[in-house]
């Protein structure tokens, strides 16, 4: 059974670069697309982007600029960072395996944009 | 991007009736469509992908159907367990795009 656990900080000043981690277990991260995804609290899910492990990337236009995400297969894991964070980044940030549909999932981690 | 616009927004409904919610995309997506459920505080789970096709482990009660811009989710009987938030999700291109969700309530 594959899952996926976010870690990182709950709380990031404005300004800051926000790094999250997901660690991947009972599966390899080769050979798939992995997701992140965020949730304002109260709000609708938004695609952040995602990583094929052999390096493609594809992110969200609006978040383009700001947006890094990369994969270390000795850990099993991928990365998120995003740059010059405001309170609109305030959400529940998800990570995900994406076969065209995301079917599993972490939990979830909260992230606070705040000084 | 691709909109995805669900309806309705909210629903009221009992144990036992059938449910539909409906997706529309802003253009064709061909079959690239899926359907989640989210319970409150807890991630998105896959119902169903690529329009029809049950993920395992979700029980027949949901279907779905459509083809190109409409979509449709069905629980035939509602549980008590289904009272949740239903996002439908295009997978055609990225960036993927979500519908807004459809809060179905008691």
């Known amino acids: 059974q594959v899952q996926l656990q976010e870690s990182g900080p709950g709380l990031v000043k404005p300004s800051e670069t926000l790094s999250l981690t997901c660690t991947v277990s009972?599966?390899?991260?080769?050979?798939?697309?992995w997701s992140w995804i965020r949730q304002p609290p109260g709000k609708g899910l938004e695609w952040i982007g995602y990583i094929y492990v052999s390096g493609r990337t594809d992110y969200h236009p609006s978040l383009k600029s700001r947006v890094t995400i990369a994969a270390d297969t000795s850990k099993n894991q991928f990365s998120l960072k995003l740059s010059s964070v405001t309170a609109a980044d305030t959400a529940v940030y998800y990570c995900?395996?994406?076969?065209?549909?995301?079917?599993?999932w972490g939990q979830g981690t909260l992230v606070t944009v705040s000084s | 991007d691709i909109q995805m616009t669900q309806s309705p927004s909210s629903l009221s409904a009992s144990v036992g009736d059938r449910v539909t919610i409906t997706c529309r995309a802003s253009?064709?997506?061909?079959?690239?469509l899926n359907w989640y459920q989210q319970k409150s505080g807890k991630a998105p789970k896959l119902l169903i992908f690529?329009?029809?096709s049950l993920q395992s482990g979700v029980p027949s009660r949901f279907s779905g159907s459509g083809s190109g811009t409409d979509f449709t989710l069905t629980i035939s009987s509602l549980q008590p367990e289904d009272f949740a938030t239903y996002f439908c999700?295009?997978?055609?291109?990225?960036?993927?795009?979500f519908g807004q969700g459809t809060k179905v309530e008691i």
């Open positions: 253009q064709s997506i061909s079959t690239y």
């Open positions: 999700q295009q997978s055609y291109t990225t960036p993927r795009t």
């Open positions: 690529a329009v029809s």
């Open positions: 009972g599966g390899p991260i080769s050979g798939y697309y």
């Open positions: 995900a395996r994406d076969l065209g549909g995301g079917d599993y």
